[in-house]
C-alpha cells in the first residue's frame, strides 16, 4: 500500500486534514502542539487504499524536542511514497521554510496550501501555478476545515508517489554551496541515501549527522577553518538559515498578491490588544475562568436572584414551587428553586439526577416485587446503582464545562493564556510552553502528561509532569462538584460556582509555587525561552466540539461501566461481608477493620480520628480514587447506606450531592475537612492510568521522587487547609512555617549554608 | 403463585451474583486485554494522547 506522510509546521491543519482524509476523529486544537506521536489512517477514496500517516508538526528537520525526531525518523527512515507539505497559506513565507528543507530529501513532496478560506477572507491572494513553477513540486490549494481542494490533492500525491524525486536544495548559491556538493558527491560515493540532505545537514553542523558521518564531517570543518569568521562568525546553522528566508522572500514574496484589506489591522490582532493586554490579560483569564464556573455549577443564574435580594429587602424573587406533587415538584427544581433560576450546568445535572432517580426507584421496586433476596437487592441498589449513578449524574454537567473549555481552545484563546501566563510565570521558573501540557490537564492528565514532549528542557519536562495533576482533570471535577454543592447547601452564604472556581485556582496556584520552590531546590536552572505563534482566532466548529465530546463521552460511559462498577462491586462486598466471607454489619465488614486500621493516617487533615466511628468512610475513598477519580463519589453513594446514613430526596433537590450531604450529618465531618479532603485529592497520586503515563515521560529514576512529591505535597497542603480554616490563627504558623523554609532555601542558594555530604549522610553548616 | 416469587426471586438472585462477578472479571479481564493490544491501555480514550504507545516495549527500552 502507498504510504503518504503529512508533514508541516504546527497547527497548520495537518490533523484536520488527516481527520478529513482518513475519517478519523484525532484530537485538534488551535494552538501548536497538540500531535506529539504520528497516527496512521486509510484514505479510501481513490481507486487504491492509501495508507495517510499524521507526523508532529515541526518548524525544521533539525529536531529540538523528542516529538520533532518522530517527524524527522519517519521521513527519512520509514520513507514514504510521498510527503504532504501542509503549509498555512495565511503564513506562506515561514512555512515555506521547511518545504525548502523537505525538499532536500529523495522523497516526492506535494505542497497542500491550506486554509485558502481564510487567505481570500484577508483578501489575499496566493498564485499557485506560479508558486508550483518556481518550487519544481506540485503545489494544491485546499481548505482542510471545509473540505475544499481534497481530492486534487490526493489525485496529484498518488502520481507524485509513483514517480522517483532527486534532491534538490535553494542553497547552491551561497557560500556553502561547493562544500555542501562535495559533501553530497562523498556520500554518494558511499551509497548513503538523501545525500544532499546529510550533506546539508553536516554543514549546519546537525549533532546527529556529526555522529552518523564523522569523515564528511571533516570536510566541513576544514572549510570552516579556511573560511575563518568571516562567513556569519563560523556559525554555519545560522548563514544556512539566512540563505534560505533570503531565498525564500526573493522568489516567493511575488506569489502573494496583498491588497489594502490584507493591510489593516486583523480581527485577531484587535482582540488580542485587549485579551493578551499587559495589564488586564490575567484578570479577563480569571473572569472567562469563572464564567466557566459559573454556567455550570452556579445556582443562581447571573446571580439574578442575588442581585434581586439588593432591591427588595433581601427576600429574592425565587421561591421553591409547591404543586402538589413530590415528582412535579422535583422536576420543576431542576430548572428553579429558592437558590434562584439554575445555571444551564445545573440543569443538566438536576435533570440527569432526576432521571438516575426515578431509575433507581424503579429497579428498587422491581427487585423488592420479584422477590430477589436482600443480599441481591442491597448489590444492586447500593452496590452497582449507587456506584454507577453516583458518577452518571455528574457526567452532563462535567461534559457542559468540556464544551465551554473546547470553545476557548478551538477559539485560540488557550494558546493566548500560555502567553499571558508567560510573561507573570517566567520569574518564577516556568514557561509559558509548558502552561500547554497543563492546561490540557484541565482535560486528563494522560494526554496532557504525553504533550510534555514539546518541551525541550528535561527539567522542565519533569515539572510540568509533576505538577499536572494539579490542573483539576474532567475524574476530578465531580469530587469538586459534589463537596463544592454539599457545603454550599448546607451553608447558604456559600456559592458552589465560586467555590469550585476557587479550587481550581488553587490548584493552578499550588503548581506554579511547586515549580518554583522546585526551580531553587533539585530542579534549578532558568525557563527556556518561550516563542509560540499565536495562532488566529475563529469560531469553533461543532463538528470538532462534538467529537471532543463524544471522546469524553465514550471514556466516562467505557470507565462507567468497567472500573467504576466493578469498584463498587467490591467497595459494596467489603462492606457487607466480614473476613469469614459472611453477611454481617458495617461495624464488623473487611472495610471498617481495614479503614479504621489506617483512619488515624487522615487526622492532621480532619478527616482522621477525630470524625469517630465512620470517619475511614473518606480514607477509602481516597484509596479507591488512585484506581479513578471518579471513584471517590462512586465510594461515597456505596458507602452511605451501608454506614445506615439517609440519602436526601428530591423532593430537597439535593439528590446529586446528597451523599455527600449524607456523610456531613452522619460522620460529623466539618466542611472545613471536607474542603481538606478535596485538596487532598486534587494534589495527590493521581489515577493510575496518569501515575503510568508520567512514569513514561520522565526520565529513568525520577518517577520515585515525583510520587513523593505528589504524597507530600498533599498531605502537608490539606493539613495546612484544615487549619487555617479552621483555626483561622494557624496561618501565622504556616506562614512563619513558609517563611523560614523560604529563607532558608535564599541562604543556602546564595552559599550563607553549605551542604556537605559526609558518607552517607549530609551536615548543614 | 408464591412459589413461582420464591422461584422468580431465587433465579433474579442468582443472575444479579452472576452479573456482578462477570462484571469483576470483565473489567480485570478488559484492562489486561487493552494492555496487551496496546489500546488504551491507560484507560483514557483521548484520539490524539498516544497512550497506547506509551508503555511499549520500545519505549521501555528507549528509556534503558
Redesign the interface.
Known sequence: MLKIALAGNPNCGKTTLFNVLTGSTAHVGNWPGVTVDKKEGIYKKLNVPISVVDLPGIYSLSPYTPEEVVSRNFILEEKPDCVINVIDATNLERNLYLTTQLMEIDVPVVVALNMMDAVEKRGEKIDAAKLEEKLGMAVVEISALKGQGIRELMERAYRAAKQKRKGATVLTETALGHVIDDVRIALDGKGAENALFHAVKLAEGDELEVKMHPDEMKMVTGFKKQAGKELFGGDFEALIADARYKYITANFSAVVERTKKAEKMTKSEKADRVLTHRIWGIPIFLVILFGLFHLTFGEDFLYLNTISKLFTGGAGFAQDVETGSEVLNAFVAVFYSSAGISTPGAILFNLTGFVCDQIGGGIATGLENVGAAAWAQGLVNDGIWAGLSGVLSFVPQILFLFLLISILEDSGYMARVAFILDRAFRKFGLSGRAFIPMIMGFGCSVPAAINTRTLADEKERVMTNRVIPFFTCGAKAPILAAVCGAVASQYTSVNADLLVFGLYVFGMAMAVISVAVMRQTTMRGEAAPFIMELPDYHLPQFRSLMVHLWDKLKHYIKKAFTIIVASAIVIWFLSNFNWSWQMVGIEESILYSIGSFVQWVCTPMGFGLQLGTFGWVFVVAAVTGLIAKENVIATFYVLVPAIGAVLPGWDDGESGIGAVVALMQSTGITWQALIAFTVFNMLTIPCFAAAATVRGETPKGKFKWTVAFWMLTSYLTATAVYLILTWWWTVFIVAALAAGFIGYVILRNRGAIVCRKKGKGAVSE | MLNL??V???I??IA??VV?AG??V???G??IWCKKHGKSG??????????C???TKE?KEE??
Open positions: 416469587l420464591t422468580a426471586g431465587t433474579v438472585s444479579v451474583g456482578a462484571l469483576v470483565f473489567a480485570i478488559y484492562k491507560c484507560g483514557c480514550d483521548c484520539s490524539s494522547c498516544g497512550c504507545s506509551c508503555h519505549k528509556k534503558k
